[in-house]
């Protein structure tokens, strides 16, 4: 490994570098928007038998749900570096996803704007947040420290050179237990062509 953390070895590519604040936002922001409705087009389809599958969001979610999961993955950084335990860190997300979302549904009622309101719930506290959720939430929790964590962490972008004189682009790729994998290959006659995956260096 070369001193920035990148693979060494053939000169396919050189140094990577981690996804940024603002890649991870962008990233958490769809994942959010796309779950969102998928699940309320589910909920439709248990409720009223309809195969039209209508979901619906709000474009406030976005923000929402990629600064909700920026700090998610603060708290799993710090519970971890503790040893707790998985439904320990479930537990801690289940209660900051309630904070958060009181929290902003606060705000955005002040101002007129609240997209949800869980009046008609049994367990609600000020229509903003509703019990009957907790188990849903701490599933979310448990998704996210399994599968989203641990893959987010694990995109890198890498640069590839196209030439000599320096000029090159850059890709994101995954890098997996035995190496990295990009869509591309660079041939030996220097000319790079797309593959579906191609494993490179090792870390």
Not at 54 to 65: A, E, F
Not at 97 to 113: K, S
Not at 158 to 183: C, D, F, I, Q
Request: with cysteine; glycine share 8%.
């Amino acid at each position: 490994m070369n001193p920035t953390g990148g693979p060494t070895g053939s000169g396919k590519i050189t140094p990577w570098r981690p996804l940024s604040l603002a890649c991870r936002l962008y990233l958490y922001a769809l994942h959010g928007y796309f779950i969102e409705v998928t699940f309320t087009a589910v909920w439709n389809l248990v409720a009223s038998g309809s195969l039209e599958l209508r979901g619906h969001s709000s474009v406030w979610s976005l923000v929402i749900y990629s600064v909700s999961c920026v700090a998610m993955e603060n708290i799993n950084g710090l519970l971890q570096r503790h040893g707790f335990a998985l439904s320990t860190r479930a537990l801690a997300h289940t209660c900051w996803i309630y904070a958060w979302e009181f929290t902003t549904g606060l705000v955005l009622r002040a101002m007129g704007w609240c997209p949800w309101d869980y009046s008609d719930f049994r367990y609600n506290v000020a229509g903003l947040v509703t019990l009957e959720y907790a188990p849903l939430w701490f599933l979310c929790g448990v998704l996210f420290e399994v599968l989203m964590v641990p893959n987010v962490k694990k995109l890198v972008w890498v640069r590839h050179a196209e030439s000599s004189g320096g000029l090159g682009y850059e890709t994101p790729v995954l890098p997996l237990k035995n190496g990295y994998v990009s869509p591309f290959q660079r041939e030996t006659d220097g000319v790079p062509r797309r593959r579906l995956f191609t494993e490179v260096d090792h870390i």
